[in-house]
């Protein structure tokens, strides 16, 4: 049970963090490799989330003011998790647009509650930065440190 | 921290904190100045109201970061950052002061008269109001040539809780907000001094503590004088 990397990507398809937690679970990639790796899951993201739900035919903006509430439509997650052999890598978008990537050991448990703790790691030491500039590579020492040791904590377990 | 909430009713829930104008201001001169419907504002409200009130760190520190943000518009450099954050601090210092004290029961209520009594109340009262806890020492300058300074110690200052400072920026310590706010106490006690932020975190023991913060507060040389005459007589 190894969570082996964290990657961020931004909004517009960038990478912003990327992280490795665990040497050999996964092989090392160059800069550049990170950043096409990021973009085209980007890419296929996108277009996954285009794949359903279909539109159901006679279902239009008067049935949906008829019904007295505006009714937004929940926004389609798209691609959530992809397996291999030997590593799975979950993803989570928040609804803001940024992606949070981590791959991790086939039989990692509990991979959601994890996400939650890092998605919450970024909103507090990331977010509540001064020095931080959106849509920018995260460079926080404070956020490092703290997901360094949680991520260790459970490598550990 | 603990600061007034924004304007309520008087009887509580029920009622509508909605804001108006009140008649006679708005047609007579074009005020901007807003007070609530039942003409009741923060000045009618009793001191001790807001005594025990929390607010949520979370929206304390967006805040903070914005004021942070705001501060380093058009600064010329590190130390003029935090000049400006030590005087967005100031003024607070100043009102903190007048509105501890009065909330002190009435045997304890004077200002504090040498150092070390407003130095204790700056470790507990003014940390206890702010930061919901004292701060967590307390130190003279052992420097025989620095006798007029004293230094607060916090291991973890409230205001840095979610702030990471950029390497090209390591000197700065955005706790010179706090360091304002206790200079604002020391003037208002008429112990005028400079107080100054420092993180000692990569120091010795700092491991435990990576943001480790010392306030060191450097009196003017009429106090130093002044104390020594009291302490003559």
């Excluded at chain 1, 989570?92 to 981590?102: P, V």
């Excluded at chain 1, 849509?135 to 956020?143: H, S």
Aim: aromatic share 8%; with cysteine.
């Amino acid at each position: 049970m190894t969570v082996f990397a964290l990657i961020i990507i931004n909004k517009a398809g960038g990478l912003i963090y990327n992280r490795t937690f665990y040497e050999g679970g996964l092989n090392n990639l160059t800069t550049n490799d990170y950043l096409v790796l990021a973009g085209t899951f980007h890419g296929v993201h996108a277009i996954t989330a285009r794949l359903n739900p279909v539109p159901i035919p006679g279902a239009n903006r008067n049935s949906a003011s008829s019904a007295g509430t505006m009714t937004r439509p929940e926004t389609p997650s798209g691609l959530e998790v992809l397996e291999s052999e030997n590593f799975r890598l979950q993803c989570f978008t928040t609804l803001t647009g940024i992606k949070f990537l981590l791959f991790t050991d086939t039989t990692q448990t509990n991979v959601d509650l994890t996400m939650r703790r890092v998605y919450e790691m970024y909103t507090d030491y990331v977010m509540k930065n001064p020095f931080y500039q959106l849509e920018m590579p995260v460079r926080c020492d404070m956020f490092e440190r703290k997901l360094l040791s949680y991520i260790r904590e459970i490598n550990n377990r | 921290m603990s600061q007034p909430r924004p304007p309520n009713g008087p009887s509580g829930a029920g009622t509508n904190p909605s804001v108006v104008l009140p008649k006679e201001t708005s047609s007579s001169h074009n005020t901007t100045l807003r007070y609530p419907s039942n003409g009741k504002t923060i000045y009618h409200r009793h001191l001790s109201r807001s005594k025990t009130a929390e607010l949520s760190q979370a929206s304390f520190a967006y805040l903070f970061s914005e004021m942070v943000t705001y501060a380093q518009r058009r600064v010329t450099g590190i130390q003029d950052l935090e000049k400006r954050l030590n005087t967005q601090g100031h003024p607070l210092g100043l009102k903190l002061l007048d509105l501890l004290l009065i909330r002190e029961p009435p045997r304890s209520q004077s200002r504090p008269l040498n150092i070390i009594t407003l130095l204790h109340f700056i470790k507990i009262n003014l940390w206890q109001h702010l930061f919901g806890r004292q701060a967590d020492r307390l130190e003279k300058s052992s420097d025989p040539n620095a006798l007029d300074e004293y230094m607060i110690i916090d291991n973890e200052p409230l205001v840095n809780a979610y702030v990471s400072v950029p390497k090209e920026m390591s000197q700065l310590n955005c706790a010179a907000f706090v360091a304002g706010i206790i200079e604002g106490v020391c003037d208002g006690a008429v112990f005028p001094a400079k107080v100054t932020a420092h993180s000692v975190g990569s120091k010795e023991e700092g491991e435990m503590w990576p943001g480790r913060t010392v306030f060191l507060v450097k009196f003017q040389d009429e106090v130093l004088e002044r104390e020594a005459l009291i302490g003559k007589g």
